[in-house]
């Protein structure tokens, strides 16, 4: 079975490592980048099952890549987790509303993670 395909962006070089340590070793396979064009231009090149998106990031903010990831319909349908420090109601609302399957706030458990997504895509697809 083919492995799915997470996609990191997030503007913090030690946590984009230590996600795909954790998100390799539950068996999927993983890039990362550091901005949210960098993620809509990755997602271009090798579409990813699920895309794991920071809020706060130079060059274009993670609800932005969000938002454009939502509107085209060649994209619409990837799965988009926010994992961010941002915490309040509105911040969790606003990224739902544009089409975030979850949302989880920093510090958070690697573990909880891995979970969230393993409910949202094994990490083999039959």
């Given at each position: 079975m083919p492995q799915s395909q997470v996609l990191i962006a997030d503007d913090d070089p030690l946590l984009r490592e230590i996600l795909q340590h954790k998100l390799?070793?539950?068996?999927?396979?993983?890039?990362?980048?550091?901005?949210?064009?960098?993620?809509?231009?990755?997602?271009?090149?090798?579409?990813?099952?699920?895309?794991?998106?920071?809020?706060?990031m130079p060059v274009m903010d993670g609800f932005e890549a969000l938002r454009r990831l939502k509107d085209d319909p060649a994209s619409s349908d990837i799965v988009v987790v926010m994992l961010t420090a941002l915490k309040g109601d509105e911040d969790?609302?606003?990224?739902?509303?544009?089409?975030?399957?979850?949302?989880?706030?920093?510090?958070?458990?690697?573990?909880?993670?891995?979970?969230?997504?393993?409910?949202?895509?094994?990490?083999?697809q039959a």
């Amino acid at each position: 079975m083919p492995q799915s395909q997470v996609l990191i962006a997030d503007d913090d070089p030690l946590l984009r490592e230590i996600l795909q340590h954790k998100l390799s070793a539950a068996g999927y396979a993983v890039r990362s980048v550091e901005d949210g064009r960098a993620a809509l231009e990755q997602v271009q090149v090798e579409r990813p099952d699920i895309l794991v998106l920071d809020a706060m990031m130079p060059v274009m903010d993670g609800f932005e890549a969000l938002r454009r990831l939502k509107d085209d319909p060649a994209s619409s349908d990837i799965v988009v987790v926010m994992l961010t420090a941002l915490k309040g109601d509105e911040d969790v609302v606003s990224a739902l509303r544009l089409g975030a399957a979850d949302y989880l706030a920093k510090p958070f458990n690697p573990d909880e993670l891995v979970a969230r997504l393993q409910r949202l895509a094994p990490a083999a697809q039959a």
